[in-house]
């Protein structure tokens, strides 16, 4: 087997292990609305998991000479976040039928814009659809995985744990960004 095929496989058995785990043994409720609430935050942190790496797999490589593994399965790792959200995406559905919540518009448009585009990332994360869309590939994943980074930082704006990791994943990105500006530059 190719390190490449092995290292897709470690990547879905141990983001499907988790979702399975988290979900499977979760503790119990005592009503339906916190056990959707449980599922819901347990798919947007793996999702989390799964997207940052995938978030800061090239500044690592650019600013440490590190993480040449997570450049190489970055495909991998964005799908699997892809799906763990659009089990987030099930909850949210769940949740929402159960409660009988009002989602404000607002809500629905931007968190609804992410899911589109964690679908059509996952979608086009495939060397046909490289080809195919040329520099608009680069365009269009960088746009979606910026857009879900703010969905991420906004919703965690007031979890320390969540705000931290956020802004210190887009230290990086920024970091490298500036840092290849610089190399290029005669
Ligand atoms: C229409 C779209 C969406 C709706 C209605 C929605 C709804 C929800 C709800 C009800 C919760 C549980 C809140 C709680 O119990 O504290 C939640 C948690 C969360 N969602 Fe979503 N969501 C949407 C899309 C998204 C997207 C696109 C992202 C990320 C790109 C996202 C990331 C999160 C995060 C980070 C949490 C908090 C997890 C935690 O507490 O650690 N959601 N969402």
């Not at 600013?63 to 959200?85: C, D, I, T």
């Not at 968190?111 to 269009?140: C, Q």
């Not at 746009?143 to 320390?160: D, E, S, V």
């Amino acid at each position: 087997m190719s390190a490449r095929r092995s290292g897709r496989e470690l990547i879905f058995l141990v983001g499907i292990a988790s979702l399975l785990g988290c979900l499977v043994f979760a503790p119990t409720f005592e009503t339906v609305k916190e056990g959707y609430g449980y599922g819901l935050r347990v798919t947007a942190r793996i999702t989390f998991v799964f997207f940052l790496l995938a978030y800061i797999a090239r500044p690592m490589v650019v600013l440490f000479r590190k993480g040449q593994w997570l450049v190489r399965h970055r495909r991998y790792l964005g799908v699997m976040a892809a799906l763990s959200h659009t089990v987030h995406f099930g909850y949210v559905l769940l949740y929402f039928a159960a409660t009988g919540e009002a989602l404000e518009v607002t809500t629905i448009i931007f968190g609804g814009l992410g899911f589109v585009f964690f679908w059509i990332m996952a979608l086009t994360s495939n060397d046909a659809s490289v080809r195919a869309l040329g520099m608009w590939w680069k365009r269009l994943h960088r746009t979606g995985m910026h857009y879900n980074w703010l969905i991420f930082a906004q919703t965690y704006l007031f979890t320390p744990w969540g705000i931290a990791v956020a802004l210190a994943a887009g230290g990086l990105r920024l970091a490298a960004r500036i840092k290849q500006r610089r190399t290029r530059r005669p």
